[in-house]
C-alpha cells in the first residue's frame, strides 16, 4: 500500500517522523482479543466485503475473537442469501451475522451487535472500510495499559469515485455549538511528548465510526442512549461521556483505518425525521448543563421541540458520578470558544490570544492553477459574510493579497478570514471575523496544492472550471485540477 502524504509544512514533518516511528514499534503478545461490529443498512456487498476481507487479512489470528455484521433490516438482495453463501464458502468460522427484524438505526444496531460479542474489546467499524497493516495491535495495546480509554484509529480516506486509498493528516475530533463534529490540528503540545508523533492524541471527540473500547467498560458506562434513532449525534455523545464521567479518548496515529467518504448519505431515516437534531437535542439535555444555550441560541427553533424521555440517561450520569461540561470545556477542550455570559474575556480582533498577532508565514495571491485566475472577494473584501470567487488575477490589487500564518489562517486583505460554515458544511466558505479558535478557519496546503479546510475535512475546488462566475465549494479531496491552488508572492 502506498501511503501519500498532503500536508502543509507543519503537518508534513510530523507525519514524515510519524512513519519512520510506527514501523519501528513493536506490540506486546498477550494483548486481548477483539470482536469487531459492523452494522450495515443497505450497504454495497463489494464494499462491505472489502471491509471484512480487510479484517481477516490485516488482523492476526489470535487477536480476532469474532466479527459481527448487524444487518439492519437492509433491502438489498446480495445482502442476504449471497451474503450468507459467500460467507459459508469462503470465510471462516469467525462471522457472525446478525439480522434486525427492523429498522434500529447505527446507535441500536451497535448495541445490538455489543450484546452478542465476547471478546474481551469491542472494535466497531462502519461497512465501507479497509483496515491498514498493523491496524489493530496499537489499540489494543492503548486498551489493554488502560481499560477506560478509548481509542481511535486515524481515520484514511478512501474515494468515494475511485475507491483509492490515500492517507489524511493526523487530525483530532472536536466539535462546534451546532454540536456538529468538526476536525481540529492538533495542539504542537500534543507532539512534543518522548514519543513525539507517535504517541496517542487526547481527543476532545470521536468521529463516531471507528472505535476500540473494553466491553465490559462500554457496558458499565451506559452503552449507548437507546432512545437515539438512525444516525447522528452518538459520536460527541459517547465522547462527552467518557470524559466527564473519568475515562479518556485518544487517537492512535499508528493505526490507520481507510472509509469512503461519500458525497451524501445514501438513505434517509424511515419516516423522513431529522434524527440528528432529534438525538442531539438529547445529548444536550443530558450533558451540556447550562451550556445548551449555546446550542439553542444558534437553533431557537429547538427550544420547544420534544425529545422523548431521557430520565434513564440523566440517571445514568448521577450513577456514575460524571463531572460538570464546565469542566470538561475548561480541562479537554480549552480551545473552544463560548459567547454570551459564559464568555471567555474578547479582544477585538483575534479574540482568542489577545491582542498579539500570529506570525505571518506567507503572503501572496491564491492563483488558481487550471484557470489562472484568483481568489478574490466577490464583493467589498471588508464585507463580513461575503463570498469569494475566481477573478482575473491583479498583481496591483491589495483587495487580492492573501496572508498565510502560523495559526493557518487565510486572512484576505489584512481584514477578514477565510471561514467555512460550521453549522451548514454544504455552505461555500465565506469571509468572516477571524476568531482565533482554529477549526473552521484553519486551512492547510498540501499534496497536489491542495487547500485543506481542516474542520471538514475537505478541500477547496471550483465549482465550475468554465464558467465565468467563478464560485468556489468544499469538495471531498481528490487532487482534481478544479482543486489545485497556490498562494504566491
Ligand atoms: C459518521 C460515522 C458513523 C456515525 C455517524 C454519526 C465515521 C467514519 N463515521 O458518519 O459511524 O458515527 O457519523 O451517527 O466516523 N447504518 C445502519 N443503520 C442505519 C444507518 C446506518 O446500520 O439506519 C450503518 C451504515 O451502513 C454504516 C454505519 O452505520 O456502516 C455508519 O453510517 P454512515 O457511514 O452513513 O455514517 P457516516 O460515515 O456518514
Ligand atoms: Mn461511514
Known sequence: ???????SRYNALTVTSLFCRCKDKSY???????????????????????TVHSVLDRTPARLLHEIILVDDDSDFDDLKGELDEYIQKYLTGKIKVIRNTKREGLIRGRMIGAAHATGEVLVFLDSHCEVNVLWLQPLLAAIREDRHTVVCP??????????????????????????????????????????GATAPIKSPTMAGGLFAMNRNYFNELGQYDSGMDIWGGENLEISFRIWMCGGKLFIIP??????????????????????MTHNSLRLAHVWLDEYKEQYFSLRPDLRTRSYGNISERVELRKKLDCKSFKWYLDNIYPEMQVSGPNAKPQQPIFINRGPKRPKVLQRGRLYHLQTNKCLAAQG??????????????????????????EEHELILNNLLCLDMSETRSSDPPRLMKCHGSGGSQQWTFGRNNRLYQVS??????????????????????????PQQWRLED
Open 1 to 7: 500500500m502506498v501511503i501519500v502524504v498532503f500536508l
Open 254 to 275: 499508528c493505526s490507520r483505518v481507510g472509509h469512503i467518504f461519500r458525497k451524501r448519505r445514501p438513505y434517509g431515516s424511515p419516516e423522513g425525521q431529522d434524527t
Open 456 to 481: 471538514v475535512g475537505q478541500c477547496l475546488s471550483v465549482v465550475d472550471p468554465l464558467s465565468p462566475r467563478g464560485s468556489v465549494a468544499m469538495a471531498i479531496c481528490d487532487g482534481s485540477s
Open 380 to 405: 467589498r473584501p471588508s464585507q463580513k459574510g461575503g463570498l469569494v470567487v475566481l477573478k482575473a488575477c491583479d498583481y496591483g490589487d491589495p483587495d487580492q493579497i492573501w496572508i498565510y500564518n
Open 154 to 195: 486515524v481515520i484514511d480516506i478512501i474515494s468515494a469515485d475511485t475507491l483509492a486509498y490515500s492517507a489524511s493528516p493526523v487530525v483530532r475530533g472536536g466539535f462546534n455549538w451546532g454540536l456538529h463534529f468538526r476536525w481540529d490540528l492538533v495542539p504542537l503540545s500534543e507532539l512534543e511528548g518522548p514519543e
Open 28 to 50: 506486546r503478545t498477550d494483548l486481548p482479543v477483539a470482536s469487531v461490529i459492523i452494522c450495515f443498512y443497505n450497504e454495497a456487498l463489494s464494499a462491505l466485503l472489502r
